[in-house]
């Protein structure tokens, strides 16, 4: 039985940087960890997310090992190696990356200037999260 060779995507400066962010609210997001063990994560669904955000970090720990630990990266290219979990990580950031661009759009058509550069600086680093995440799913697609 011959095994398939991994599947690899070389992402620009701006998607590794917007794939780091994304993987920074996910160490944010476990920050709920604690509390669900504080108060006993009872029910089926808590304990549910509380494997979904253990599950998550071991994810983004994999895709910082790949990508570099730095909060920005120095080099035109990074090579991410993707699995059936990094794809559905990435997944997950695309359904953020779309609710997050719905919401900064409304910031652009509202506001003061001050309130829509910062808009416009939000979409394009949603933009840069769409297309890395794109990137990568296409990628584990065309050769699943």
């Known amino acids: ?23 920074a609210f996910t160490f944010e997001a476990a920050r709920d960890l604690p509390f669900l063990l504080e108060h006993g994560a009872e029910s089926v669904g808590e304990r549910s997310d509380a494997r ?11 895709v910082l090992d790949q990508l570099g630990w730095q909060q920005s990266g120095n080099r035109p290219g990074y090579v991410l190696e993707i699995d059936a979990d990094i794809d559905r990580f990435a997944a997950r950031i695309e359904r953020y990356a779309l609710v997050a661009l719905e ?7 509202e506001g003061d200037e001050e309130q ?4 416009r600086e939000l979409i394009d680093n949603d933009l840069d999260a769409l297309e890395a995440v794109r990137l990568v799913r296409s990628a584990y697609r065309d050769d699943g």
């Open 103 to 109: 919401a900064n759009r409304q910031g652009l058509l």
């Open 1 to 23: 039985m011959t095994t398939a060779d991994p599947t690899h995507v070389v992402l620009t400066l701006a998607q590794r940087d917007a794939m780091f962010e994304e993987v």
């Open 52 to 62: 979904d955000l253990i599950w998550q970090l071991q994810v983004a720990l994999r």
């Open 116 to 119: 829509r550069a910062t808009a």
